[in-house]
């Protein structure tokens, strides 16, 4: 069975510092792995998303995420936070591999606070 | 804001109350999604369609009533809610064969 485990429920950085938000996966196929963001009262937006073309994944705003198949993790960085970027983050596998319809599997969040 | 819509934004329901919430998808696709989030909880799955049909229903009470009459369009029909039922809905919807789904604003409903 997937699943997903974010390792923090909250981090803080300071603006203009690198953010680190882990997460690690359990799959029993290549998965697909995504990585959403929800601003406050607001829906779930697609950051970015690995499926196996290149383990470094670059999305929107300045994220990127690896893929370590030998650490089972797929964490998202960001060299430098914006106040912009204070958000709750979901690490995400979906339960079926090779980019096939299947349903989402979520992490409970990572919420970050980004200070002045 | 992601081609998918919802309405109400907002509801407050009574427990003897009926209503409806409303999602739109502009993008396409033909498959779509029904998603409760609680507070300190993960993301639940609620309904999936998939050209119209219900394929997946997680073992959800059947106060909440989906109905998709087309591919655009998806409603989740609300009556004699129960306090634990407030709660963030959120839709998605996805192309039929691809796991990569697209949601909206979510309607944040208060039962009282």
């Known amino acids: 069975a997937q699943s997903v485990t974010q390792l923090d429920s909250h981090v803080s950085v300071s603006e203009g510092t690198p953010v680190l938000l882990r997460c690690n996966y359990s799959?029993?196929?290549?998965?697909?792995l995504f990585w959403y963001v929800q601003h406050p009262n607001k829906g779930l937006q697609l950051l970015l998303k690995?499926?196996?073309?290149?383990?470094l994944v670059k999305g929107i705003n300045g994220f990127e995420a690896e893929f370590k198949k030998s650490e089972t993790s797929f964490h998202l960085t960001k060299p430098s936070a914006h106040m912009s970027d204070a958000a709750e983050y979901f690490c995400?596998?979906?339960?079926?591999?090779?980019?096939?319809?299947?349903?989402?599997?979520f992490g409970k969040g990572t919420k970050l606070s980004v200070k002045p | 804001e992601t081609g998918v819509t919802q309405t109400p934004r907002h509801l407050v329901m009574g427990m003897t109350n009926k209503k409806s919430l409303k999602c739109e998808q502009h993008?396409?696709?033909?498959?779509m999604y029904w998603y409760k989030q609680s507070a300190k909880k993960p993301l639940e799955l609620m309904f999936v369609?998939?050209?119209?049909?219900?394929?997946e229903n997680n073992s959800v009470p059947s106060r909440f009533s989906p109905e998709c009459p087309n591919s655009s369009h998806l409603f989740l029909h609300l009556h004699t809610l129960q306090p634990e039922d407030s709660a963030l809905y959120l839709c998605?919807?996805?192309?039929?064969?691809?796991?990569?789904?697209?949601f909206g604003p979510g309607t944040r409903l208060t039962v009282l």
């Open positions: 998605a919807s996805s192309r039929q064969g691809t796991d990569t789904q697209y």
């Open positions: 799959s029993s196929y290549s998965p697909s």
């Open positions: 690995y499926t196996s073309a290149a383990t």
């Open positions: 995400v596998v979906s339960d079926t591999g090779g980019g096939s319809q299947g349903n989402l599997i």
């Open positions: 993008l396409g696709h033909n498959a």
């Open positions: 369609y998939s050209l119209e049909e219900r394929v």
